[in-house]
């Protein structure tokens, strides 16, 4: 928050626009562009076989 007053007192002195973005949803609502599967998460079993993957439709926060 520190760093954030100087600038934003900066840009009101220059009159310049200051646009705030959400990084961390930026990652949840990104379109992939491969398949990506993954095991199931604990306690949230779709099926009862324990090997079942389930197919990511969008990007989850840090995935690699």
């Given amino acids: ?8 007192s ?3 002195s220059k009159k310049i626009k ?10 949840l609502n990104g379109e992939l562009e491969e398949d990506i599967y993954m095991k199931q ?6 099926s009862k076989d324990k090997n079942f993957m ?7 926060y840090g995935l690699k």
């Fill in 1 to 8: 928050m520190e760093a954030i007053k100087p600038i934003l």
């Fill in 10 to 12: 900066y840009a009101c």
């Fill in 18 to 27: 200051v646009y705030q973005m959400d990084i961390k949803s930026t990652f």
């Fill in 41 to 46: 998460p604990e306690g949230f079993q779709l």
């Fill in 54 to 60: 389930c197919r990511l439709n969008k990007d989850l």
